[in-house]
């Protein structure tokens, strides 16, 4: 039997703390508070601002994947393998996983999985029945779900074996990276209770409708019409068949979100405060004065907060920065039918990249709860993929050199300082294809609302880029709209975005392998903008197969230069504030919440 081995040391100390402030706007609290804070059977937690929780199903639609989603429904149906660093290190979590162990044969092309002797809150037990439900629903409706990747699970499946009730084997198309295969695409997998879930309607008859394609297509959607309906959540006879440590108590359209202890749970990894409840807030500052009220146990306040520090922890809370796994950026939407190919353009990525001063943003807009992000391996913590290049910022802030890059392929100012096109064409030291003469510098972000940090980051980078003739409109809405209008393009609706930004807590969070086959592989519902270059294609599946870690180097190397998207400052996933007598353990890089293992100490 082979021993779990990967494991990653998470530090990442704040840097120096700037000692600027800057002014908040109030806007409302989505929440409300909790009454019964500080009772030793309920623990309050305050969720990251426009981050009301809309989705209980384990397979998710794209425009439900944010992490505090998936964190919640994690506790009620334990992934098939969790990795997380609440020990301190990324690595295979064994208690609040489904599976027990695994095992690969010697042409490593077969792994065979042992589950875990964990029952569903009906008493039925979860079999390898469940894992195969899973597998066939998404196998039949890979296009719908938002963590799929053509080619990779399940596609990568050739063939599922039950060998019994609790153990079962899968053999994969070729062999894979170890480390890829169990952290990326195995801990995809839920484990969900087939005998209650296969059937089309609420009184339909369950039975082996998964096997076939017509049957798990008219399965999923009926799942996944139950779960659009949120005000159910907690009375839906499917969602109370649950097999981790929690169940839904209570769950509001406005998504605040009450858990209470499965008392029908059978793992080991038991609740040790029985009732955790979710709030949601559309404000920082609204969610500042619950603090501040005494109404919150675990929340956070803005990184600007962190000069304040006293006066949070005068009301018994300590500071606690999570930071978090994880890269932050803009999507360049290269399919706008519009803009899609002014962002094609190397130089106009390029040059907007050397407009955007991660340093002082990251120091003076965050106070130092941000790192400067230069590609795609998370630069949080040390990792043998990080390449020297990205490391050192290949296109440090220069607003000469922005400028510089534009006027170099047939644009101009104009008497106010406006960049426009003069020399279309796609020779050399012209605009480019698809850029009329005429066209102006312009640019449109659509950013989640809500932090003033964020704001003010934008106000930054609209300040620089208007420096070099580049006019920027600010468009600022709630996170799941912007995470919804990111999918626009790959569902049919309009496709007018141009730039997107859902990252005041970090884009995307990895698995502990920092792969992007699910964010900038060419057939992945996560790239938003449909960036697509054969070189790039090539490094980002050979991650998933070489075990040669000069891969992981390449890979680092030529997403950093080629920008696929805009890096930015990657912030911490929040400055923690936690109730004194409160032990969170360790929070989680990977941005699992796991309140299972938070308890009271007095």
Partial sequence: MRTQTLRRRMLAPLGALAVATLALTACGAGGSGNESAGDKDTVSFALQVGTGPNWILPISSPDKMATHNSAIKATMWPRLFEYNGVDGEMGWDEKASAAKSYEFSDDQKTITITLNDLDWSDGEPVTSRDVEFWFNLVR???????????????????????IDDKTFSLTMDKVYNEEFLLGNQLSLIYPMPQHVWDKTSADGEVGDLDRDAEGATQVLDYLFSEAEDMKTYATNDLWKTVAGPYTVKSWSDSGQVE??????????????????????????DAEMNVVRSGDVDYGYVTSSQLTNEKQFTDLGYSIEPWAGWSITYMPYNFANPEKGAFYKQLYVRQALQHAIDQETISEVVWHGAATPDYGPIPQTADSNGLSDVQKNNPYPFDLKAAEKLFTDNGWEKDADGNLS?????????????????????????????????????MAEIQSSLGKIGVAMTIDSKPLDTVLT?????????????????FGTAGSWYFPPYATGERVFAKDTKWNAGQYDNPEAEELVQAMAFSTDPEIAKKYSEFLATDLPVMWMPN???????????LDIAHQDPGASFLPQRWSWTD
């Fill in 140 to 162: 039949f409706n890979g296009e719908k779900t938002g963590g799929y990747s053509a080619g990779l699970m399940p596609d990568n499946v050739t063939e599922f074996t039950t």
């Fill in 259 to 284: 858990l209470t202890a499965n008392k029908k749970y059978t793992g080991e990894d038991k609740p040790s405060i029985a009732n955790v409840t979710f709030m949601p807030f559309t404000s920082a």
């Fill in 421 to 457: 096109c003069v020399d279309a064409g796609t020779d050399a030291g012209q605009c480019g294809e698809g850029i009329a003469a005429g066209e102006k510098a312009e640019i449109v972000v659509t950013t989640q609302n809500g932090s003033q940090e964020t704001d003010n980051m």
């Fill in 485 to 501: 209008q990111a999918q626009e393009c790959k569902t049919g609706s309009a496709c007018t975005w141009e730039l997107v930004f």
């Fill in 571 to 581: 912030p911490v996933y929040q400055v923690s504030v936690v109730r004194d007598g």
